[in-house]
């Protein structure tokens, strides 16, 4: 018998709450966590090891973020592909959240206090795209991970050498939403207006520095 409503909005609000609190949760994937198998490297300093987990956090807390925005997109898909593709595209970015928590754990930082915050703004931003229409809708995830991109390959110039396995998880963090970018262009996504570009660049400097410090 398929789940009532009632039991897949209590699911929903469970895994809400782990994602926010920083609790890792099993994925479809389960991909062994790229800094596993990393060379070891000297080992950061500790002034290193604190930024390393804040810039961790930041990551983390982007990936709250690309959780609400599906969720949302899911939520207001005009077909049930689209639907059932955000749902998808979610719980695959799973192993995501687990590797930033493996990270900041490892550095002793924990998530951002925002993070409820961040879900419960990205889940109205992502309804508001699905409304708009597929096309627009696979747009923003498209435009999204695109800066997500930019914002990686920022952390990349910005993390220690001296740390090659926080290193390792971002590198793959990175091939993985070119992937996602990708998929979202070939899937039919229009290229969002200028505007609109720029006022996501714009929200997402406040989720990378609220989330550094707090
Ligand atoms: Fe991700
Ligand atoms: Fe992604």
Redesign the pocket.
């Given at each position: 018998m398929p789940p009532s409503f009632l039991e897949m909005a209590v699911q929903h609000f469970d895994r809400a709450l782990r994602t926010v609190a920083g609790v890792a949760q099993e994925g479809p994937a389960n991909r062994a966590a790229p800094d596993a198998d990393a060379p070891q490297g000297p080992g950061p300093s500790s002034g290193e090891t604190q930024h390393i987990g804040r810039l961790m956090r930041v990551n983390y807390a982007g990936e709250v973020a690309?959780q609400g925005l599906y969720w949302g997109q899911g939520l207001t898909a005009r077909t049930p592909e689209v639907a059932e593709k955000m749902d998808t595209?979610a719980s695959?970015?799973q192993d995501?959240l687990n590797w930033c928590i493996r990270r900041m754990d490892a550095t002793g930082v924990g998530p951002s206090v925002l993070n409820p915050l961040w879900l419960a703004g990205s889940v109205t931003l992502g309804a508001a795209a699905g409304l708009a229409g597929d096309r627009w809708s696979l747009g923003f995830?498209a435009e999204?991970?695109r800066q997500?991109m930019n914002h990686l390959q920022g952390h990349l110039g910005r993390l220690p050498d001296t740390d090659p396995a926080t290193r390792a998880v971002v590198e793959q963090?990175y091939l993985?939403?070119r992937s996602?970018?990708e998929w979202a262009e070939g899937a039919g996504g229009e290229r969002l207006p200028f505007p609109i570009r720029a006022a996501m660049t714009v929200s997402s400097k406040f989720l990378t520095n609220g989330s550094y410090w707090t």
């Open positions: 690309a595209a695959e970015e995501h995830v999204t991970e997500v963090m993985d939403e996602h970018a």
